[in-house]
C-alpha cells in the first residue's frame, strides 16, 4: 500500500473541497488545483443527500458512494474515515470507526460538549493501534509552528499575556440561512465558538498553554436572527498567573486578526495570520529590572518603550489555499503508512471543546468558571438552550 | 488681567515642567522649551522640600516661594493653581481652592477614591462661579478629538467592542525606589491604575462612554517590589451592551499602544497614539447584512474580510512634547478670562477614579461589580491594603 484511501463522510462545502485535493479534479471548470497529496487518494464518498448522490456519483464516476455511513466504514474500500459532518456526528462515527479499526481524521471541532469528546479520547486510549488525527489544519501555518517552537524552547521565557482579536469572518444572515442545523444550538451546538473560532481556539492553547479559569460575555444572535453566541469576550488565566484574552464575533465587516503574546523575553505579534514580528529583548525583562540604573530612567521612561533593548525579526506566511488541509492529509496518510508523528493527535481536539464549553458557561452564568467545567452541568445546560431554541423557533 | 498667573502645589517632575512652559525658562541649559501658554505666567511655587525651595527660590528669583500650600492660595499672588501633588492631596487642595474662590486645575487622577472626588465635585457644584479643570492633556490629542467628534457625530452608528492595550509605559523598580510614596496603597493609592493609565481611562470613557460593570485581573507587584497593582486585564459591559478590554502594565519593556472600536459603520484603531485609521463601510454593517444575496457570499467569505465594503482614511497626530500640556494651561486661563468652554471641565475627573476603583475591587473579590461601585466598600477595602502594605513593609 503505497497510497490511503480515504472515505469522505459529508460532501458539503468541506468535503467536496477534500474530495478534490484527493482527485485533482475540479469540478469548478477553469478552477486552478494546489497540488494534492502525495500518498492519498479517494476511496469512497457519504452523504444522506440523494441530490448530492446525483452530484457526486456524476463527478466521480468510479468512485463508491454510501448514503449509510457505517457501510462506508465497513465497506474495504477506505483505509481512513474524513468526518465532515455536523459537529456533534464528529464524535459518534470516530467512536465506531475506532472500535472497527478504521483510522479516523476528525473535522474540527471534535465535538460540541466536552463528555461526548471524553467518551471518544476513552475510546482511541483503549485502541492505540487505530491512527486518529483532527483536522487542525492552522497548526501548519508555518508563523504558529514558528513561535510554538519558540516559546517551548524557553528562549524567550514565560509567558506573561496573550491577546488574540480574531474577526476575520464576516457573516451576514442569508449565511446562516444556507441550512436548518447551521448556527443553532440543536444542530451545530454554538455559533462563532464551534463553527469559525475552533482553530484559534486550539492555536491559543497550543502556543500559550490552557487556561484554568474562564470569564467571558457574549452576545447571543448579536444583528443576526440566530440564538447561539456571535460575538465573545473572554478573559482566561493561566497556570503561572498570566492572563490572556480571546475575541471574535461575525459582524466584524472589517475584519481583524490579531496575537499578541508578553513574555520575559520579549513580545511576538502576529497580524492577520500572514506576517509575525519578534520584538527579542536583548536580557531577559527580569534582568533589565534588576541591572537598570537611575540616570537610565530618563531614556527609558522618553519616549515608547525603549529601543536599544530588543532586536526585532519578521517573517510571512505564504501558503496559498488548500494546502494546510493538503498538508494534514498528507501528514495523516503518511502517519498510517510509515508512523510520521502527527500534527494534531485527535485528543488534543478536546482542549478547543473545553474552552468553548467553559466560556458558554460563564456567560451563561454571569461568572467565572474552572476549565474544565463540569461536564454534566454544561450539558445540562446546553440542553436548556435548545429547549429555548425550539421555543424561540415556534415563535418566529 | 491679561495673563492668569498660576501657582503651582508641588514642584517635582511635572510642577517643574509647568514652571518651564510658564515662564520660557528652562533649567536645563541647551534644552529647547515649546512655546508656553500666551494668557498664563507663573505666580507662585509651593513645596514643602526645603532643598526644592533652594533650587527653585535661586532659579525663579522674583517668584514668590511658599511651604504651606493655604498660604500660596490665600496669598493674592495667584489667579489659579495646579495640584502637582501625591493624588490623596488633590481633592484637599481643590475644595479649598473652591471654597475661597481660587481657581483650580487638578492634575490626574482626580482623587484616589471615588468618595473623596464626588465630595470635591460637590463642592465645585456649590461654587458653579469658581472655575475647575483638570489636566487631562490627551484630550487635546488630535486623534482622540476627531474620533470623539465621529463618534458623537453619529456617522459611523453605534460602538459594538472597544479594546485597548497600553503597555507604554516601562517602569522598572528603581522607579518604583524613586520616592516612597509612589506606587504605594498609603501613598499613591494604586500603582498603574492610578499613576500610568489615568489619560486612558479617561479617554476610553470619554470616546465609548461610562461601562456599567467591570470584571478585572490584577497582578499586584509583578516583577517588581511593590504591593500595588503593575498589571491590569478590564473586561467592561457598556449600557447598549457592547463590551469592552483595557489591558495596561509597566513591565513590557517592547510597550504597546493600541486601541480598535468596532461601530455599526466601520472600524477605528490608533496606534501609538500617533496614527489612526477609520474604516468606513460605505452602508451600515445592518444594512449590508439585510441586502447581500447568497451569491455575495463567497467574495466576502474568501481572505479577509471584505475590501469593497469599506474605504479607509489615515491621519496622524504629531504634536511634540510639552504641547498638550501648554494647550490646558491656555485653555484653562482662557476660560478664566473669556469664558471659553473648558477641554476638561475638573468633574470629568469621577470617571476615570470610579473605573479605577471598579477595576480593584473586581480583582480584589474576584467577581464582576457595578461601575461606579460601592464607595464605601471600596474606601474600606483600600484601608485594608494599606494596613496589609504595612505589615509586608515591616516584614522586608
Known amino acids: 500500500m503505497d497510497k490511503i484511501r480515504y472515505g469522505i463522510i459529508g460532501i458539503g462545502a468541506q468535503g467536496s473541497s477534500y474530495a478534490r485535493f484527493l482527485t485533482g479534479k475540479p469540478e469548478i471548470p477553469g478552477f486552478e488545483l494546489p497540488k494534492g497529496p502525495e500518498h492519498a487518494t479517494l476511496g469512497a464518498i457519504c452523504d444522506i443527500d440523494e441530490d ?9 464516476k468510479d468512485i463508491p458512494f454510501y448514503t449509510d455511513w457505517k457501510e462506508l466504514v465497513l465497506s474495504g474500500n477506505v483505509d481512513a474515515v474524513i468526518t465532515t459532518v455536523p459537529h456533534y456526528l464528529h464524535t459518534t462515527i470516530a467512536i465506531f470507526c475506532l472500535e472497527h479499526g478504521v483510522p ?32 487542525f489544519n492552522q497548526r501548519t501555518n508555518v508563523l504558529y509552528k514558528k513561535i510554538r517552537e519558540i516559546i517551548n524552547s524557553g528562549e524567550m521565557g514565560q509567558i506573561r499575556r ?15 440561512r444556507q441550512s436548518s442545523w447551521r448556527a443553532t444550538w440543536e444542530g451545530e451546538g454554538g455559533g462563532v465558538l464551534v463553527n469559525q473560532a475552533p482553530h484559534q481556539l486550539d492555536l491559543w492553547q497550543w502556543i500559550c498553554g490552557i487556561p484554568t479559569k474562564v470569564f467571558a460575555k457574549c452576545r447571543f444572535g448579536f444583528g443576526r436572527n440566530i440564538d447561539v453566541e456571535d460575538d465573545v469576550t473572554i478573559m482566561a488565566e493561566f497556570e503561572n498567573g498570566a492572563v490572556g484574552t480571546f475575541i471574535t464575533c461575525t459582524h466584524d465587516a472589517c475584519g481583524t486578526d490579531r496575537l499578541e503574546i508578553d ?19 536583548k536580557e531577559f525583562e527580569q534582568d533589565y529590572n534588576k541591572n537598570l540604573k537611575p540616570e537610565d530612567l530618563f531614556k527609558i521612561m522618553s519616549g515608547n518603550g525603549a529601543g536599544g533593548m530588543y532586536e526585532t525579526e519578521e517573517f510571512e506566511n505564504t501558503d496559498g489555499w488548500g494546502k494546510q488541509h493538503i498538508t494534514v492529509l498528507e501528514n495523516f496518510a503518511c502517519h498510517i503508512l510509515e508512523g510520521t508523528p502527527l500534527l494534531a493527535p485527535g485528543t488534543d ?5 473545553n474552552l468553548c464549553n467553559a466560556t458558554l458557561l460563564s456567560a451563561w452564568l454571569s461568572k467565572e468558571v474552572d476549565n474544565p467545567v463540569d461536564e454534566d452541568l454544561y450539558y445540562s445546560e446546553l440542553q436548556k438552550r435548545i429547549e429555548e431554541e425550539k421555543n424561540n423557533k415556534a415563535g418566529r
Chains 1, 2 share one sequence.
Open 52 to 60: 448530492k448522490k446525483a452530484k457526486y456519483t456524476e463527478i466521480y
Open 104 to 135: 479516523v481524521l476528525v473535522e474540527k471541532p471534535a465535538g460540541v460538549y466536552a463528555k461526548a469528546v471524553r467518551e471518544m479520547n476513552e475510546c482511541a486510549l483503549k485502541h492505540p493501534d487505530v491512527a486518529f488525527g483532527i483536522m
Open 162 to 176: 496573550s491577546n488574540w482579536i480574531i474577526n476575520t469572518w464576516y457573516r451576514p444572515d442569508v449565511y446562516y
Open 263 to 281: 513574555l520575559d523575553g520579549g513580545k511576538i505579534v502576529v497580524e492577520d495570520s500572514k506576517k509575525a514580528t519578534i520584538y527579542r529583548l
Open 349 to 353: 481536539g478536546i482542549n478547543g471543546v
